[in-house]
């Protein structure tokens, strides 16, 4: 119990590590929609999932619908109804992130229309010491970039039961 924490926390107040996080959504969003760019509103919505466990590990081996259903079956609704709070808590901590990725050159912002898309990085500029937690929250953000690139945000915000304001 004590590890999970401090791993949450140290995912949590690292702003570089969310920029890594969020720019594996983009990616996993843009291979899933052909090269289109992800809508803003979803990287709060992301940047919640991807920094705790008990909503990334469930990722693995589902579908977005399944996902949920993971949940609803594992009595885990608690878990899913405190998501709206996370995504609230960590507004700070997903600008940050988003700020240091634009500017980090992991992500483009186009503020036109309002979305981000991942920058290609070349295979040797990839980090390659990262931890296996930050590595496997990596894969998580990935999937689900994949799993809402083929559903409206407004769908996502229904499944998940969060509301963006």
Request: charged fraction near 25%.
């Amino acid at each position: 119990m004590r590890f999970d924490m401090l791993e949450t926390i140290r995912m949590w107040h690292t702003p570089y590590i969310g920029a890594y996080l969020l720019w594996r959504f983009a990616t996993g969003f843009a291979s899933a929609s052909s090269g289109r760019a992800a809508p803003i509103m979803l990287f709060f919505i992301v940047a919640a999932l991807v920094t705790d466990k008990i909503y990334y590990e469930p990722v693995w081996k589902r579908n977005f619908r399944t996902y949920h259903r993971y949940f609803v079956e594992n009595k885990k609704l608690s878990a899913l109804a405190a998501l709206q709070g996370a995504i609230n808590a960590k507004r700070a901590y997903t600008c940050a992130a988003i700020e240091r990725a634009v500017f980090g050159g992991l992500l483009v912002w186009d503020k036109e229309a309002g979305t981000l898309s991942a920058r290609r990085i070349k295979p040797e500029r990839k980090a390659k010491l990262l931890d296996e937690e930050t590595t496997k929250a990596g894969f998580a953000a990935e999937k689900i970039g994949e799993w809402f690139a083929g559903e409206t945000p407004s769908d996502i915000c229904v499944l998940l039961g969060v509301r963006l304001t």
